[in-house]
Nanobody, 124 residues
Framework: QVQLVESGGGLVQAGGSLRLSCVAS????????MGWFRQAPGKEREFVGS????????YYADSLLGRFTISRDNAKNTVYLQMNSLGPEDTAVYYC?????????????????WGQGTQVTVSS
C-alpha cells in the first residue's frame, strides 16, 4: 500500500503562485510514477501532469499552457506541483496519484493510489 498526503493548497489571488507537495509512504518512492489531477466543482477529475520515476520525463495537460511545473525529490519521498499565473479556472481540489507499474499515463484508471486532495481557490 502507498499513502499519499498533499499539502500547500489555499486561497490565492489571480496571477499568483502556489506550490503543492505530496509526500508518499509505504513503498519505495523512486519506483512510483506520479501524477497530479484536479477536480473542479461539478466537473470530472482531470489530468494535470505526471513525472517518471527518475524525474527525467514530465508530461502536462495541453490546457495548462506551460504555467505548471512538476518535480520530485526522491530523497524526500515528495513530488511537487509549482503553479504560476493562476486564474479562477484553476480553482479545484488537487490530487496526487501513484502507480509503480506504469511509465506514462494521463488516465485516472491507471493510477492505483490517491491522496485525499488539497483545495486550491483562486480569487479574481
Amino acid at each position: 500500500q502507498v499513502q499519499l498526503v498533499e499539502s500547500g493548497g489555499g486561497l490565492v489571488q489571480a496571477g499568483g503562485s502556489l506550490r503543492l507537495s505530496c509526500v508518499a509512504s509505504g513503498r519505495t518512492f523512486s519506483n512510483l510514477f506520479m501524477g497530479w489531477f484536479r477536480q473542479a466543482p461539478g466537473k470530472e477529475r482531470e489530468f494535470v501532469g505526471s513525472i517518471s520515476q527518475s524525474g527525467a520525463r514530465k508530461y502536462y495537460a495541453d490546457s495548462l499552457l506551460g504555467r505548471f511545473t512538476i518535480s520530485r525529490d526522491n530523497a524526500k519521498n515528495t513530488v511537487y506541483l509549482q503553479m504560476n499565473s493562476l486564474g479562477p479556472e484553476d480553482t479545484a481540489v488537487y490530487y496526487c496519484a501513484a502507480n509503480s507499474r506504469i511509465t506514462n499515463s494521463a488516465r485516472r484508471s491507471d493510477y492505483l493510489y490517491w491522496g485525499q486532495g488539497t483545495q486550491v481557490t483562486v480569487s479574481s
